[in-house]
């Protein structure tokens, strides 16, 4: 499993949310792409092996073949290897230590 962007992400959120849909089902809000760039990041998303389809004639339901938990699982133990040393006490430690963490600082 490879780390996605964060467009491939986003679509990943409104799949894992409505478990399955056509790209129009999965258009994301504001700033809203175009239909062909929803499409496209689906078919890569196929690609990758993080959704399938089922067809329906010319059109296709995408539905996510990886759940959120396993993605979750597979980016915070790659947070925690890249960045605590494969840690859960330096992460947990550093967190501790942060006490200006807000939303404030990522705004």
């Known amino acids: 499993m ?15 949310d409505i478990e399955r849909g056509f790209v129009k089902d999965i258009l994301l809000p504001m700033p809203k792409p175009a239909y062909n760039t929803v499409s496209t990041i689906v078919r890569i998303l196929e690609r990758k092996g993080f ?13 996510p073949i990886v759940s959120k938990d396993e993605y979750r699982t597979f980016i915070i133990k790659r947070m925690l290897e890249g960045y605590f040393d494969s840690s859960f006490a330096k992460l947990t430690k550093f967190f501790k230590g942060e006490e200006s963490l807000n939303n404030k600082n990522y705004q």
């Open 51 to 63: 959704v399938s389809h089922k067809s329906y004639g010319k059109s296709h339901e995408y539905f």
């Open 2 to 16: 490879k780390p996605l962007t964060r467009a491939e992400e986003e679509i990943m959120q409104i799949l894992w």
